[in-house]
């Protein structure tokens, strides 16, 4: 039974949507200004990315720059570039996730499992290192950083289509409880099974050093992290690009086809399982480079550092940027890490530290106590449920996800969100009432 | 008219049955399709119509009995493999893709030409850029079947278009496949009658044009006596009749199971 | 409460009798996965944090009333009816609140955004109650006398046979509801068709909430079942039996209220048994679910009790 939209003619009216969340961002980035130009200019279009482009590749030398204003106690340079590192990673993950979500309309909710796949494979290939049985060391022959990265790309590739082949002829929220259960299973199998003792974890070795004619490269230099931060950035362009050209192809095609109606996409000759396990197969295989660089990045690595929370986290940076946009889960994988790392912990510090609250007799003395890292997943679980309920397309939309998610229940006034975005997509009108076919995802 | 009562059998329902738990949307149906021929389903509703075009598709699979096209089986073959075979089809209620373009949905339809392997897409390899050429020509061939409009609006999305657009635009889609038989499930349904005759001359057209067999469901009289060379009646799922349109129209058992509830129920 | 015995085929007896004490839990939160997904076609991930609440509240209410120990006689019948009421009230109403906020605004929305919902909601749900009790386990005040029937090696603790025969009993009620009742028929009438039932004069919104508070009541008894057999409370629980108890549910063919119960007794003897005698059990048994969830969904997606359906083309 498809559950077809026109089910529900009746108005039905929403406590939260009162809000008005969703005409609020719009609105926001619309009126507010910075150097003369609104928000969405910023976020929208090739000038945009031209600016941010800049921004990316000079941003080891912009952040040596904020040690003049910055208290370099708090914001080393170095720390920061490699907070901008570790984000770096989430939007590989928000930007392979966002193939088997934004582009196939598949939800995964273990992309984890890769996530460990890549880390894994680059601690066990590049140290040759591993444990037998009897958690004794044993070596393998070990191979280069440079190819653990495709052959990370091809475990988690093939693990995903492995994992894919069975449940994808399903519907789509089985995939969603499998995934998960998957998700949930593959740190435990690293904790429990011999051979991996991830109990006892894994160190993985630094990223090597290069020769090149211009001097010596050390992506692996803990006291200047930039040229592993280009790399970083050299793979999230690969990514970009390879996600552009499949978007815009008979493959891209296929996933909006099956996305909108699989029964229509299948009867114009869409191989639905193959189109799909396509599409996961590529998350998966991006996930595990993510991997990589994680491994790398964090040198040691150990099961529990991979749980449910982290499949969730890349799943809200897509809806909050926007399922299916570049721009948009880049955004959003960025605001969520800047969220997660800087916002909370600051405030946590600021109650911690504010005098005027360390007095007993202040009624918000409790406040003192408040760790907000605690509620750090509270505040993440809010931001996705309002998001989805009340800015379904996210920060920055993807035109076609817009028109989709309008079956959501927003009035046409209220979608026409970010002015400018629309101008310069060529402003197709809004559809008819008519919601037909967006039923099924 | 071409092949009236002659002709090669493109398409053979034998003894197809298709149950649901305990209901028997379709009972052990015979059926013949020739070449050429322009051949109409009708009956109630719920008399199992739509079931069969879903059998042919491959969305179901008979129960029993099976189904053959043009000379082999299409025993346990998914959809796109079926239209691979040579069927395509249009959905009762319009099933287009809305928020792609009106050239995404007609080149959606012509998926099967175009490569969709990781290698050929990523390095827009010439094969792939070839393919894709094509297609678009072919697209803007198939859309311009239905006059200026389609071709004009070509970047609109789908959703934008009026009721009748939508079906002539999901036409396009299935002729992308290149389909030696096409299936129209109620091509006129909620059409005025200006509408309802000028589908009739395109359906006409559609089978001249792109040398086809076309098998459709109908419930207007008007449209399936005037195009049909040839007419099934089903009612609670079995085939109670089958003949020439004049011999449908005076057959007792179809008045009695089709024809006169209709009139009741009009 | 799980009691192990001495001898091999006492072990064994004596797991299947925890794994189907267990089983009966399983059964009752699987059930609100297969109401409401019968209903609106909604996996409903909120509903083993659903199930959670009423093990907190419990906890709360038993603390505040200072009972820590084993109560005996009409004490016990009172204060257990008193908290399974508790625990049906809390879980319901909380469903019924979730589907009105998170879920029904987006029941025109692709199928995606409703999952997505239930998970924010989950995590939501998790993470009050994180916040408010705290992340490390607490005992869960065990007012259920121990002592059971002793056959040979085996233990039938007695709150084992209340769980088994409240479980049951509630089941044949939901049958009856189901079958009989004019809300039932209206929720049969709106799981095959909606719109078909709207026109014959069904209230939908009302029908779809009815299926949340019943599917929620049924968790939050079991929440009060499960604490008395495993007396430790923890925020997350409801994740992982979330997981269990959907897997029953698949397993019993998703929709059918007859497989939700076999399903949730078959997943929890199944359970027990790998806990028992595979090495790492607790940590692998839920392994071995997962597995048996893959496999069905992957061979007989209908379930083992479910039939095939045909899809609106």
Known sequence: ?441 | MAGTSKGEVLLQLKHVTKSFGGLTAVDSIDLEVRKGEIFSIIGPNGAGKTTVFNLITGIYQPTSGEIIFNGSSLKNLSPDRVLRRGIARTFQNIRLFNNMTIMENAMVGQHPFIPSDLFSVTFRLPNYRAAEKKAHNRALQLLSFFGSELVFRKEEYAANLAYAFRRRLEIVRALGSRPKLLLLDEPTAGMNDAETAEAIKYIQRLRQEFDLTILLIEHKLQVTMGISDRIAVLDYGRKIAEGLPAEIQHNDLVIEAYLGRKVEGA | MIVLASTSSGIFIQTMVNGITLGAVYALVALGYTIVYGIVELINFAHGDVFMWSTAITLVVLNSMHVSTAVYGFTLIGLLLLMIVIGAVVSGTLNVVIERLAYRPLRKAPRLAPLIAAIGVSFILENIAELWLGASGISYPDFFPNGGIVLGDVTIQYIDVVVVVLTVGLMYGLNMLVRSTKMGKAMRATAQDPEAAALMGVDINQTISFAFLVGGVLAGVAGVFYSLVIPVYAYNVGFELGLIAFTAAVLGGIGNITGAMAGGFLIGVIKALATNYLPNGSDLSDAVVFAILVLVLALRPSGLLGQQVPDKV
């Open chain 1, 1 to 441: 039974m498809s559950a077809s939209p026109s089910h529900f003619q009746q108005k039905m009216q929403n406590p939260l949507k009162s809000l008005g969340l969703g005409k609020k961002i719009g609105d926001f980035l619309n009126n507010t200004k910075f150097l003369n130009r609104s928000l969405s200019w910023y976020l929208t279009g090739w000038r945009a990315g031209i600016f941010w482009g800049l921004v990316a590749l000079f941003l080891p030398q912009l952040l040596s720059l904020s040690s003049n204003f910055l208290d370099p106690t708090y914001f080393a340079p170095n720390v920061l570039l490699l907070d901008a590192i570790l984000c770096g990673i989430y939007v590989m993950l928000a930007l392979g996730l966002n193939i088997v979500v934004g582009y196939a309309g598949l939800l995964d909710l273990g992309y984890v499992a890769f996530f460990v796949i890549g880390s894994y494979t680059v601690a066990f290939a590049t140290s040759g290192i591993i444990r037998n049985i009897h958690s004794q060391v044993v070596t393998i022959p070990a191979i280069s950083f440079w190819a653990a990265i495709p052959l990370a790309a091809l475990i988690a590739g093939f693990m995903g289509v492995l994992l894919g082949a069975p449940t994808l002829r399903l519907r789509g929220d089985y995939l969603a409880i499998v995934t998960l259960g998957f998700g949930e299973i593959v740190p435990i199998v690293i904790k429990d099974v011999p051979f991996f003792y991830g109990a006892l974890g894994f160190q993985v070795p630094p990223a090597p050093v290069i020769n090149t004619p211009f001097g010596q490269v050390d992506f692996g230099n803990p006291l200047d992290f930039s040229a592993f931060y280009y790399l970083t950035l050299a793979v999230i362009i690969l990514i970009v690009m390879f996600n552009i050209l499949l978007r815009n192809s008979s493959i891209g095609r296929a996933w909006i086809a099956i996305r909108e109606d699989e029964l229509a996409a299948s009867a114009s000759g869409v191989n639905l399982v193959r189109i799909k396990l396509m599409a996961f197969g590529l998350g998966a295989a991006i996930g595990g480079i993510g991997g990589v660089f994680n491994g790398v990045m964090t040198s040691s690595i150990s099961y529990d550092q991979f749980s449910f929370q982290v499949s969730i986290s890349v799943l809200i940076m897509i809806v909050l940027g926007g399922i299916g946009s570049i721009p948009g889960v880049i955004l959003g994988a960025i605001l969520l890490r800047f969220i997660d790392v800087y916002v909370i912990s600051t405030i946590s510090t600021m109650l911690q530290t504010n005098i005027a609250l360390a007095n007993p007799a202040n009624p918000f003395h409790f406040l003192v106590s408040f760790n907000l890292n605690t509620t750090k997943f509270l505040i993440f679980g809010l931001i996705l449920l309002l998001m989805i309920i009340l800015r379904p397309q996210g920060i920055v939309p993807n035109k076609r996800r817009q028109l989709e998610l309008q079956g959501v229940g927003l009035a046409p006034e209220e979608l026409s969100v970010v002015g400018e975005i629309e101008r310069e997509e060529s402003g197709a009108s809004a559809p008819p009432d008519s919601v037909e076919g967006l039923g099924d995802i």
